[in-house]
């Protein structure tokens, strides 16, 4: 059996730093290993751990996360880095390139979007063996870098799905079926099938409520980290 891959999180906020790993080890064939709340931590992690791929932060107490990448690669660490940060300067994203990220992704994110980065990256960091010529070098590099449509179960539609999900996240207290069918112009039937949908990938979650008679109402909340 492979070994999964081992993935260190670094992340400032404990409560995100917690929700990061939870994301990973959801995710067949990942592990995370540790967590490390700056960039200090992530350097006295690397030098007990094995760590093949970094969860990084670029916003950290004591540095920048591009910093701490540089002296990790100057150190002689050669884990991959996949950056996590809410800033689009594309000057960051170059410099990034050359510094081992492989990915980036963007706050705020759900489940089921890093789930779709770390997927392609393990599907990338499988390809072995000498390539037959440039469609295969293409191909190895596209598993990585080309976006991938998410399929939809079979009757469920994307505008409606995205008429759910504004329906949601417009509710940051949760919505019981009933309630996100009224507001999206559903039946309360299809608003629940695409309610535990968003459930089951991992981009809302659902809880009993209990009122003052009868059974508990489930209700659903939207969940970006």
């Known amino acids: 059996m492979n070994e999964p891959i081992r993935v260190l999180v ?8 917690d929700a990061h790993v ?30 093949d791929l970094l969860l990084l932060d670029l916003y950290l107490p004591d540095g920048h996360g591009l910093q701490l990448a540089r ?11 996949i950056a996590v ?12 390139v050359s510094l081992g990220v492989v990915q980036y ?20 960091r499988t390809a072995a063996g000498e390539a037959s010529g440039q469609d295969e ?5 596209a598993s990585l870098r080309a976006p991938r449509p998410a399929s939809l179960p079979k009757g469920l539609s994307a505008p409606t799905l ?7 996240r417009a509710a940051p207290e949760g919505l019981s079926a009933a309630s996100a069918a ?22 809302a979650v659902r809880a009993p409520q209990y009122g003052q008679v009868g059974r508990p109402e489930l209700h659903y909340r939207w969940v970006t980290i």
């Open 85 to 96: 940060t809410s800033a689009r300067d594309l000057a960051v994203v170059r410099e990034g």
């Open 182 to 203: 009224e507001s999206a112009g559903l039946s309360r039937i299809t608003a629940r099938r695409y309610l535990e949908h968003l459930v089951e990938s991992g981009r």
């Open 22 to 51: 939870m994301y990973v080890n959801r995710v067949h064939g990942f592990q995370a290993v540790a967590k490390a709340h700056s960039g200090a931590q992530a350097r006295r992690v690397l030098e007990r751990t094995p760590v």
């Open 105 to 124: 992704v963007l706050k705020p994110f759900t489940f089921s979007t890093l789930r779709d980065r770390l997927v392609r990256y393990a599907e990338f």
């Open 162 to 168: 995205d008429r759910v999900i504004t329906t949601l």
């Open 71 to 81: 002296s990790l690669r100057a150190a002689g660490h050669h884990a991959d880095v």
């Open 10 to 17: 670094v992340e400032d906020d404990p409560v995100v730093a």
């Open 137 to 141: 070098v293409d191909r190895a590099l």
